[in-house]
């Protein structure tokens, strides 16, 4: 004992002893502290990000402790990478072992021998095996120096990686002897899943860690995510303007993942996808692959990055939305681990979101109800119209500054108008507390706004002399306001209580002695349904450019006594206004246009483009060109041979394995990039001749292709599914 006491007084003591097992010369972040804590036998807890050293913390103690340090850890994968770690620093293999089911009956019989005669001193377990009867009864021979819980988040629910075994860890060891140390340690935790920690393993005033999640080398973005060929035809864009860099996609289905590496490498990007469907020798090739970097680009589902170490990872982007944000912020934080840079560019839509939301509907209440918080994170996450670093530091419970962000992230990049909100402020937080703290968000921005919800009526809150007092405002307004009092911290969201907005002290304050707050309107994500007519939104989209084209788009219409969306659509001139076109060649890969449609309509556009780039000094794109996957065409090949040979639309649709709605929207991608398509056939057995040619009249005299607007301007006379047959006849014939 005498000699423990050495090391945790003497200067420099536990610095020879780091020097003499593991090579190191000094000790990382907090490292020390933390070894002394629990070389005193004092509970402990350790939050830090990953790769930031925590396995070191029960290492080093477990070496310099007498007994043997049992290792609590959820991946039986990992434990032997682990051990043969230690085993690394150690002449004697029997100083880490790891008991779990994977080990056969002489295996085990061998560890238990090790661990009897005193040889081991670091034991991984797996919490099921700790969880049995004769593991506890084993273990109670034993002298447990301290336990190691890693990856302690698992013990909560709202965690992002709940395990139910271990749950029951503190009861097992409470068996196996009186008091023994504790040292938990996890690299994601808000702070309901630390209390959840504490409470649960029953740290005993613990010494407490926590390192700063900030990253501050990682940049922070949120792209609208319009539709799945435009997102694609984004990302490829972004690896080609980071070439040979490394970088991971993730994606939410196997099928993503392949699409988008197909598309990568036909763009003569070094890509693979990574997906549980692939076989295991597969998997450690692609691995591999992406360590050696034969590869640069890994679209992956979520399995991929765990355990491996990649130090110069450049991007990390998200195809689908997370499903929370401990996930994206463990899943980016695989970016820029040397230091340098590393981009983290989300794709939003709500779309997704709602996705999501549907698959939880088979999980059980309780998992459902905490899955659907999370989700709504992640949305307050990329609506925010504020710094996106002190967004995620405050959800981790940290405040951050948001001025010393430095322009590492989009909302800091390009800030957005900024309101005086003093007053808004005064008037969120007194109808908080007014209506006695029991709300969620969505109900205070109703009640400020005066929307009379069914929930609203229920408590008879719209009687309420105040109900609707900021009703000039809208929600989009108040909830930004509401947000906003969440970071400054005058608010805290009680996610427990299912995202209940309490007031806090500072909140009191704020409301006895108002404080200039800057207010920032968040954003706002309008999905449309309609794969083609959607602008294609990306960040450098040129308004003036838009402009220009959509006169110019006016002139040829007009000339041709066409309505203006037969020459281009919307989307196109959107592209146009982003890529900066200026050969055939580079139209041909605009959004929308076929290579017959830029030699038919495309003159005029591209040399107002290159006069354009030319005085306006712009630097364009570097290769702009995104080829598409062959087997994405294919599907339309097929489609066309066969709509040729007057093949039913149904009897189309089933032989590519897909639905109407979708061959449609197949369809009016063809027609739109000028291919012409008779359906004549299809569509005389719904319309007849005279019915067809009100609509074509119709759309002879638009201004735009909307279907609804169409339906609304023909009097309902028809369903968006006729006025959708014949905008295609219409396009295929005028616009091709
Ligand atoms: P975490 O579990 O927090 O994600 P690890 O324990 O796996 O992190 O450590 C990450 C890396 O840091 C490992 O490669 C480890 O060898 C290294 N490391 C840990 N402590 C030190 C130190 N004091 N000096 C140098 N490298 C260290
Ligand atoms: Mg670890
Ligand atoms: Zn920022």
């Not at 969620?440 to 109703?446: E, G, M, P, R, V």
């Not at 930004?480 to 009092?485: C, D, E, F, K, N």
Request: hydrophobic share 35%; glycine share 6%.
């Amino acid at each position: 004992m005498t000699e423990i006491t050495d090391l945790i007084e003497k200067q420099s003591a536990l610095t020879e002893a780091l020097n003499q097992y593991f090579g190191f010369k000094s000790f990382k972040g907090e490292q020390e502290a933390i070894i002394k804590s629990i070389l005193r036998k004092q509970d402990t807890f350790v939050i830090m990000p990953t790769g930031g050293g925590k396995s070191l913390c029960y290492q080093l103690p477990a070496i310099l402790s007498e007994g043997t340090a049992l290792v609590i850890s959820p991946l039986i994968a990992l434990m032997k990478n682990q051990v043969d770690m230690v085993r690394g620093y150690s002449s004697d293999d029997s100083i880490a072992h790891f008991l779990n089911s994977s080990l056969n009956r002489s295996q085990s019989k061998k560890v238990k021998e090790d661990l009897v005669a005193g040889h081991t001193k670091l034991l991984y377990v797996a919490p099921e095996t700790l969880t049995k009867e004769s593991t506890v009864k084993f273990f109670k021979e034993l002298n447990i120096s301290f336990v190691a819980v890693d990856e302690a988040h698992c013990i909560s629910e709202w965690g992002h990686d709940f395990r139910p075994e271990y749950r029951r860890i503190r009861d097992m060891l409470d068996e196996i002897q009186e008091n023994i140390p504790i040292i938990a340690l996890t690299a994601t935790a808000t702070p309901k899943v630390r209390a959840d920690i504490i409470k649960n393993l029953k740290l005993k005033n613990p010494n407490t860690f926590i390192s700063s999640f900030n990253r501050s080398n990682l940049y922070y973005e949120v792209r609208p995510k319009p539709n799945r060929e435009a997102t694609i035809k984004n990302i490829v864009q972004f690896v080609k303007g980071n070439e040979g860099k490394s970088g991971i996609i993730y994606c939410l289905n196997r099928k993503t993942t392949e699409e988008i590496a197909e598309t990568l490498q036909v763009n003569g990007i070094k890509a693979a996808a990574y997906h549980a469907g692939l076989d295991s020798n597969t998997r450690t090739t692609v691995q591999d692959q992406f360590l050696m970097e034969e590869i640069d680009v890994i679209a992956a589902t979520i399995a991929f990055g765990m355990g491996i170490d990649k130090p110069d990872v450049r991007f990390v982007l998200h195809f689908d939305v997370p499903k929370s944000l401990e996930n994206y912020y463990q899943e980016t934080g695989r970016a820029g681990r040397d230091g340098m840079e590393g981009k983290c560019i989300a794709y939003f839509s709500q779309k997704d979101v709602n996705k999501l939301d549907k698959f939880l509907r088979d999980k059980p209440v309780k998992e459902r109800e905490i899955g659907a918080q999370h989700l709504l994170e992640v949305v307050g996450y990329a609506e925010s119209g504020t710094c996106r670093r002190q967004f995620l530091l405050h959800y981790f419970g940290e405040l951050f500054d948001a001025t010393k962000c430095d322009e590492m992230c989009d909302n800091c990049a390009n800030p957005k108008e900024k309101i005086d909100g003093k007053d808004y402020m005064k008037m969120a937080l007194e109808t908080t507390e007014a209506l006695g703290e029991q709300f969620k968000l969505k109900y205070l921005t109703d009640f400020l706004t005066g929307k009379k919800s069914q929930e609203i009526i229920a408590y008879r809150h719209d009687q309420k002399p105040n109900f609707g007092i900021g009703k000039e405002k809208d929600q989009l307004f108040w909830s930004s306001v509401l947000r906003q009092g969440m970071l400054q911290d005058y608010l805290e969201k009680e996610i427990e209580n299912y995202g209940v907005l309490k007031m806090t002290e500072g909140g009191f304050d704020f409301i006895k002695n108002p404080q200039p707050v800057n207010i920032v309107l968040n954003h706002q994500f309008n999905d449309d349904d309609s794969a083609i007519n959607k602008p294609q939104r990306t960040v450098a989209l040129d308004p003036k450019l838009v402009k220009m084209l959509k006169d110019l788009r006016k002139q040829v219409a007009k000339e041709k006594k066409l309505p203006p969306f037969v020459i281009f659509q919307d989307a196109s001139l959107n592209d146009m206004a982003t890529q900066y076109p200026i050969t055939v060649d580079e139209m041909a890969n605009i959004v929308g246009v076929s290579k017959g449609k830029a030699l038919k309509y495309g003159k005029k556009f591209l040399k107002l483009i290159e006069q354009y780039v030319e005085d306006n000094n712009i630097d364009r794109p570097n290769e702009i060109i995104t080829k598409q996957v062959a087997k994405k065409s294919k599907r339309k090949v097929y489609i066309i041979q066969n709509v040729d040979k007057k093949i039913s639309l149904q009897t189309i649709a089933e032989g590519q394995g897909i639905s109407l709605d979708e061959l449609f929207e197949e369809i009016e991608t063809i027609v739109a990039s000028g291919t012409k398509l008779n359906i004549d056939y299809f569509i005389n057995d719904y319309l007849d001749e005279d019915q067809q040619d009100e609509i074509y009249d119709y759309f002879m005299e638009a201004e735009t292709d909307d279907l609804e607007e169409a339906r609304k301007e023909l009097d309902d006379e028809y369903s968006i599914d006729d006025l959708r047959l014949i905008r295609v006849k219409f396009m295929s014939e005028l616009a091709n």
